[in-house]
């Protein structure tokens, strides 16, 4: 690509990605899922509870599932896409779809093997059997049949931001080592940003310094030097409103000159 400079840039070229679910997407499927209870539904339970694309879910092992520490549990994710691998920290309803899936491998017909899936043909074929799956699922309770498995792992990625999750952490559990990448997965709507905004006004992180001048009216030098404090608050808070520069600089100096006047009042005695 070239710009107004002549100087090339090379700019990361992603694919678009289909969108999170909706909420009222997300509530219906997982409730459909929860109610059918059958192989197809836990495995998209397991895609939307843990942010995995469909093809590591079908490369997970038997024996996928962790100890990470006392009731702490995680499903080792294996070389997938972007050949990296993972170990995404899971809760007792994840375990429990673990347990769910081991339960239908034992009753394939295959004979046992490393899988946590039993794989009838190629990987590809079980991939279009889940896609299938899941058009069937939507189309039966009204929803549009053009989602695709891919969603779930967007859905996981904005409900893992909103509930506050750092950006660094989502990257790690989605298994990106481009920030860029991570950002077309989150979907940071008007609603997200109306609460992060109400949330940091009433709860900021950073306070900056108060003045230390009591409500109570004072005389003599305590009126004094509770002034200074307020006249160098005044000052501080409009020193971090300007540009670095001249004006700045002056403003800093001013302050520190009140520092040390603070200082020296303080050793006053007034008998």
């Not at 400079?5 to 219906?28: K, M, V, W």
């Not at 080592?177 to 709507?189: G, K």
């Not at 709860?203 to 030098?221: E, F, I, V, Y």
């Not at 409009?238 to 001249?246: A, E, H, I, K, V």
Request: hydrophobic share 40%; glycine share 4%.
């Amino acid at each position: 690509m070239s710009l107004g400079n002549g100087t090339a840039h090379n700019i990361p070229h992603y694919p678009s990605f289909p969108r999170p679910l909706t909420d009222e997407q997300d509530q219906h499927l997982q409730e459909e899922f929860r109610r059918r209870n059958d192989l197809g539904a836990n495995v998209f339970l397991l895609l939307r509870n843990t942010g995995m694309r469909i093809g590591e879910c079908i490369d997970l092992s038997n024996d996928c599932l962790r100890s990470t520490g006392p009731n702490q549990w995680a499903i080792h994710v294996p070389l997938g896409k972007l050949q990296t691998e993972r170990m995404v920290p899971v809760d007792a309803f994840v375990c429990e779809l673990v347990q769910r899936l081991r339960f239908f491998r034992s009753l394939d017909p295959l004979p046992p093997d490393k899988w946590l899936l039993a794989r009838p043909g190629a990987k590809v074929a079980l991939v279009r059997q889940f896609r299938d799956y899941l058009h069937q699922v939507c189309h039966s309770i009204g929803l549009p049949t053009n989602i695709v498995p891919h969603q779930t792992r967007h859905t996981y990625a904005t409900q893992m931001l909103r509930a506050g999750v750092s950006f660094p952490v989502l990257m790690k559990l989605l298994g990106h080592a481009d920030p860029a990448m991570t950002m077309r997965y989150v979907d940071v709507a008007l609603t997200d940003l109306q609460r992060e905004f109400h949330l940091a006004r009433e709860h900021p992180r950073h306070l900056p310094p108060q003045p230390k001048t009591s409500l109570l009216a004072k005389n003599g030098l305590d009126a004094v030097r509770d002034a200074l404090i307020a006249a160098q608050h005044v000052m501080e808070m409009f020193r971090r409103s300007l540009p670095n520069g001249p004006s700045k600089n002056q403003l800093n100096r001013l302050s520190n000159r009140l520092t040390k006047i603070l200082a020296k009042i303080r050793t006053f005695k007034i008998s």
